[in-house]
């Protein structure tokens, strides 16, 4: 009976170690002057443990350890307008999903109703499809209101649960997520649905 616990637990510690082998599709060039400190310490009790207060050397572990690691800074304007190497258009996709964001989800509401509120939001106002371009794979594609390839959905996910302070990640294929829920991983597919 001990041996079948270890080796169920071996295999639940397997699946979540798996998630650090996933990406993030944004990996924002997020300056230290519109680095929010506050809520990365506040996100990540080990950080705030380690470094406290100090936003140079929280930005610094966002900068060189966070990203690599998966974590999550918060996305609102000014972060995506300081980014250094920002593609303007791209920039102001990504400013008018703040926008759109902002009608679906409340500050009052929990992780779980933001990620079932983009989900429905997405479902009922972006198509399935592709375009003769590449705007189908990224957020440009729903913004727009053109169809949408399975990676558009994906990355569009991604892009939300950012601005809405969700830690979720682009599975490797590119093609769907992972939402992290009251520290539960759900694997997500928009098409398809929310599977949790």
Not at 16 to 43: G, L, M, P, Q
Not at 64 to 91: C, H, M, P, W, Y
Not at 104 to 127: G, L, P
Not at 128 to 153: K, R, W
Request: proline letters at 2%; a negative charge; hydrophobic letters at 45%.
């Amino acid at each position: 009976m001990k041996k079948l616990l270890v080796l169920a637990l071996m295999a639940v510690t397997l699946v979540s170690t798996s998630i650090t082998a996933e990406a993030k599709v944004y990996n924002y060039d997020i300056t230290e002057e519109n680095f929010d400190a506050v809520d990365y310490a506040n996100r990540y009790a080990d950080v705030k443990a380690a470094f406290g207060d100090d936003k140079a050397k929280l930005y610094n572990h966002y900068k060189f350890f966070g990203v690599e690691e998966g974590r999550i800074v918060k996305i609102n304007k000014d972060v995506l307008t300081s980014q250094l190497n920002a593609e303007s258009d791209i920039v102001a996709y990504k400013i008018f999903a703040l926008d759109i964001l902002k009608t679906i989800i409340t500050d009052d509401m929990t992780d779980a109703q933001k990620v079932k509120a983009v989900e429905a939001w997405m479902k009922a106002n972006i198509t399935q499809g592709t375009t003769a371009d590449n705007a189908c794979y990224h957020i440009v594609a729903p913004m727009t209101s053109q169809p949408t390839a399975p990676e558009g959905f994906a990355e569009t996910f991604e892009f939300f649960m950012d601005a809405a302070g969700v830690e979720a990640i682009t599975t490797s294929d590119l093609k769907a997520n992972k939402v992290n829920v009251d520290g539960v991983w759900y694997d997500v597919n928009i098409p398809a649905g929310i599977l949790y």
